[in-house]
């Protein structure tokens, strides 16, 4: 009876842990087994380097993917170079205007973009890293937990890093109001917790009402705010005084008394990211502010204001989570832990570009309705004015 002829000799015969394949039919195809065992252990080996990086301990599961429904009837082959049919509408909405497709699945940010490895080996990557979570948690411990590095899925503007904002146990449930800033300002101390800490003369907490209806968020402290101590001073900090001094103005006109005593400069509350001034008014660095992007939530946190009007790319990206251009996502509201975000451009931006002002105006007045729509809503007994009343 005749025998199925043997797999040839293979070069992998001699390596340690390495197997025969019985599907192996010749050197050539032994090599590409090998060639693609390689390609995946190198990107095995580079995602486990990205989430390490990351400051991931644990590697998340899977998104399950939507199911693309079958054609009723078998579609012809699609060459190479064709376009799958079934990508059109994807790609068509991720290349459009957001605002015209909110729909369409989010893109991915460029920054996120780990290594591109194949499933089998971001499955044994997390396998390899749950493993190594389980071994850890075995052993005991009575240090106190040090903060968490926790994986936002966005990145801070100007960086291709990948975030991992640090998360300070000690700021997760403070109160609200004068106490709670004053908790945070404390865990804040004299503040070495990253590089920012080297060229600031001073750390930058925010200022105004610790109960405001209306809260702003800019990027960093310039070279004013860092020898003052206070945000938003010099030039950009007198026209964003202006521009909260119009809204105030602009409510009284709308027949808002009780609004308009809220919006003046010394009502609102203002601060930034990061504390500390970036060296040469540089936009703040991922690492930055995953260090120091836990005090501005746990700020927010304790104002618990209405509104909050992000200034700038940096916290709106921050505070949204989302990497989009400042130009797209300027103008519509956004949320953070259910607080309306209203993005729009920097004072400072408007120092060196005019012409964007009315842009800005438009954002603050959609600012001054939500705070109507709000106010309206919440006291009891009380009767908002008529849209006659509105010019
Ligand atoms: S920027 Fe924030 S985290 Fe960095 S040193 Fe200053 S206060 Fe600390």
């Known amino acids: 009876m005749a025998h199925p002829p043997s797999p040839t000799a293979s070069s992998t015969d001699g390596l340690p842990g390495v197997q025969r394949l019985d599907v192996v039919r010749s050197p050539g195809d032994e090599q590409a087994i090998v060639d693609e065992l390689h390609s995946v252990v190198t990107g095995l080996r580079a995602r486990l380097t990205w989430l390490k990086q990351g400051g991931i301990d644990a590697a998340p599961a899977p998104s399950p993917r939507p199911a693309r429904p079958r054609p009723s009837a078998p579609s012809p082959p699609v060459g190479v170079g064709k376009l799958d049919p079934a990508a059109v509408p994807?790609?068509?909405?991720?290349?459009?205007?957001?605002?015209?497709?909110?729909?369409?699945?989010?893109?991915?940010?460029?920054?996120?973009?780990?290594?591109?490895?194949?499933?089998?080996?971001?499955?044994?990557a997390r396998a390899a890293v749950e493993s190594a979570s389980r071994m850890a948690?075995?052993?005991?411990?009575?240090?106190?937990?040090?903060?968490?590095?926790?994986?936002?899925?966005?990145?801070?503007?100007?960086?291709?890093?990948?975030?991992?904002?640090?998360?300070?146990?000690?700021?997760?449930?403070?109160?609200?109001?004068?106490?709670?800033?004053?908790?945070?300002?404390?865990?804040?101390?004299?503040?070495?917790?990253?590089?920012?800490?080297?060229?600031?003369?001073?750390?930058?907490?925010?200022?105004?009402?610790?109960?405001?209806?209306?809260?702003?968020?800019?990027?960093g402290p310039g070279a004013d705010e860092d020898r003052t101590g206070l945000p938003f001073v010099g030039a950009a900090g007198e026209l964003l005084s202006k521009m909260i001094k119009a809204m105030g103005e602009h409510a009284l006109k709308l027949g808002f008394p009780e609004l308009a005593a809220q919006l003046s400069r010394e009502q609102v509350y203002i601060a930034n990211v990061v504390k500390c001034r970036p060296p040469g008014n540089r936009v703040p660095e991922a690492d930055e502010i995953a260090a120091c992007g836990g005090f501005i939530r746990a700020q927010l946190t304790a104002l618990s204001p209405r509104v909050i009007v992000a200034l700038g790319r940096t916290p709106t990206q921050f505070l949204l989570a989302n990497s989009a251009p400042l130009g797209r996502l300027r103008?519509?509201?956004?949320?953070?832990?259910?607080?309306?975000?209203?993005?729009?451009?920097?004072?400072?931006?408007?120092?060196?570009?005019?012409?964007?002002?009315?842009?800005?105006?438009?954002?603050?007045?959609?600012?001054?309705?939500?705070?109507?729509?709000?106010?309206?809503?919440?006291?009891?007994?009380?009767?908002?004015?008529?849209?006659e009343r509105n010019p």
């Open 90 to 124: 994807v790609r068509a909405a991720a290349s459009g205007d957001p605002r015209a497709s909110q729909n369409a699945p989010p893109r991915e940010p460029e920054y996120d973009a780990g290594p591109r490895d194949t499933d089998d080996a971001a499955a044994i």
């Open 137 to 219: 948690t075995r052993t005991p411990s009575a240090a106190p937990k040090p903060p968490v590095r926790k994986a936002t899925g966005d990145a801070p503007a100007g960086s291709s890093r990948p975030s991992s904002e640090v998360v300070y146990p000690e700021l997760q449930a403070v109160p609200s109001g004068t106490e709670g800033l004053r908790i945070i300002r404390e865990f804040i101390g004299d503040c070495r917790r990253c590089n920012l800490c080297h060229g600031r003369n001073q750390i930058v907490f925010g200022d105004g009402n610790p109960t405001p209806w209306l809260a702003f968020v800019g990027e």
């Open 331 to 387: 103008g519509q509201f956004g949320d953070w832990q259910g607080v309306p975000v209203m993005p729009t451009y920097h004072p400072a931006y408007l120092l060196r570009t005019p012409s964007a002002k009315a842009q800005v105006w438009d954002d603050l007045k959609l600012v001054i309705l939500r705070l109507v729509e709000q106010l309206s809503a919440s006291p009891p007994g009380f009767v908002p004015p008529s849209h």
